[in-house]
């Protein structure tokens, strides 16, 4: 049989699609860390150490390749990236910068490695306070129509409090291994920051269900990163139970009570968000067909997957709830078989669309 003539796209060279695939590179991408991070973090707390090491390896490799392409990103296709900031459906995932950050100096701390985690947990606080205040601004309120702004909320948008609760994870974590003259202001910073995520999570809430009610919605919007709203509830339970085992700080005792009871009922909303959210994806993908191919939006699903597991067990352990405990237990493996199928997709798909010649009328893409 004769081989078809190449044809343009067929000619296009490994630079031009890599090129094309970081231009249209989704800020969210940095969900891969998280979801790899916290899967380390779960392996580890369950003494799977080859499989914990072996995850915090790819999630170390993956955030420096990342940052890399964002670098790259910003000096070839600023326009491109300033495109997202001003998209409200796309910037909100910049906040994966933050909480990948956070959750990759958490899994460092875990093997005593306190000064790499002080450096990151010191870039995500300076990302978070940036982005904090310039997404908001640009992708919302800096809209000529603001109102329509709102059409556009969705599960990215629960990203926003998920960073500010992995500053508060990583801040516990660090205050019980650091000096005790950093202690209080490590406290303070982890008090702060969970209280803040609190209440953004409550707000992105308000904002994602009048989006849901006033406007139409269509199976094709039910995107993976809704069930970043269970992730959230999940990773405020962490960052709960890593703040009551904090060392005495007057901060810490005044709130250590209110935190605890706060991550049961935070915990329990999570999993009473589970069954929605999976009827929701039998909606979307069985009744009414919408394909189910690998998308980067997908590691939106792996991570609170990761986390709840995570959260769980913590929870178990700081309150004493062995049921919740076996919960956990149970959850990170599910976890863990999601991460393999989505991480062995996304290589199949960085094969055909990047390091392949690609096909006429296939786009380039990560």
């Known amino acids: 049989m004769s081989t078809p003539p190449r044809t343009p796209a067929d000619r296009s060279t490994l630079l031009?699609?890599?090129?094309?695939?970081?231009?249209?590179?989704?800020p969210g991408y940095f969900a891969l860390v998280m979801a790899t991070g916290i899967l380390s973090v779960a392996m580890r707390t369950n003494n799977a150490m080859a499989i914990s090491e072996l995850l915090l390896v790819i999630a170390a490799v993956a955030y420096v390749v990342l940052v890399a392409l964002s670098v790259v990103r910003v000096v070839r296709h600023r326009e491109a990236m300033a495109a997202d900031f001003a998209d409200p459906a796309r910037a909100f995932?910049?906040?994966?910068?933050?909480?990948?950050?956070?959750?990759?100096?958490?899994?460092?701390?875990?093997?005593?490695l306190h000064a790499p985690s002080l450096v990151l947990m010191i870039l995500a606080a300076l990302a978070w306070i940036v982005l904090g205040y310039t997404v908001p601004w640009t992708a919302v309120l800096g809209q000529h129509r603001p109102a329509r702004a709102l059409a556009t909320a969705n599960g990215t948008w629960f990203i926003w409090a998920v960073a500010s609760q992995s500053i508060a994870v990583l801040a516990a974590t660090l205050q019980v291994e650091l000096p005790a003259s950093m202690r209080p202001a490590m406290s303070l910073l982890a008090v702060f920051s969970w209280s803040v995520g609190i209440f953004l999570y409550g707000a992105v809430g308000v904002f994602v269900g009048v989006r849901m009610l006033a406007y139409p919605f269509r199976p094709a919007d039910l995107t993976p990163p809704y069930w970043v709203a269970m992730g959230a509830t999940a990773i405020t339970v962490v960052a709960g139970a890593r703040i009551v085992e904090m060392a005495d700080a007057p901060v810490v005792d005044a709130t250590r009570g209110l935190i605890a009871g706060a991550s049961v009922f935070f915990w329990a909303f999570g999993t009473w968000l589970i069954p929605p959210l999976v009827i929701a994806g039998y909606w979307r993908h069985v009744r009414h067909r919408v394909p189910l191919r690998y998308e980067a939006t997908l590691w939106s699903i792996i991570f609170p997957l990761g986390m709840y597991g995570v959260g769980s067990q913590f929870l178990g352990d700081v309150d004493h709830l062995p049921l919740v405990h076996a919960i956990g237990s149970v959850e990170i493996w599910i976890a863990l078989a999601a991460w393999l199928v989505t991480f062995a997709a996304m290589l199949v798909t960085i094969w055909r669309t990047v390091l392949r010649r690609s096909r006429a009328g296939v786009e380039p893409g990560l």
């Open 16 to 26: 031009s699609r890599a090129d094309a695939a970081v231009r249209g590179l989704t």
């Open 93 to 112: 995932g910049f906040f994966t910068f933050v909480a990948a950050t956070c959750v990759l100096g958490s899994r460092l701390a875990q093997e005593e």
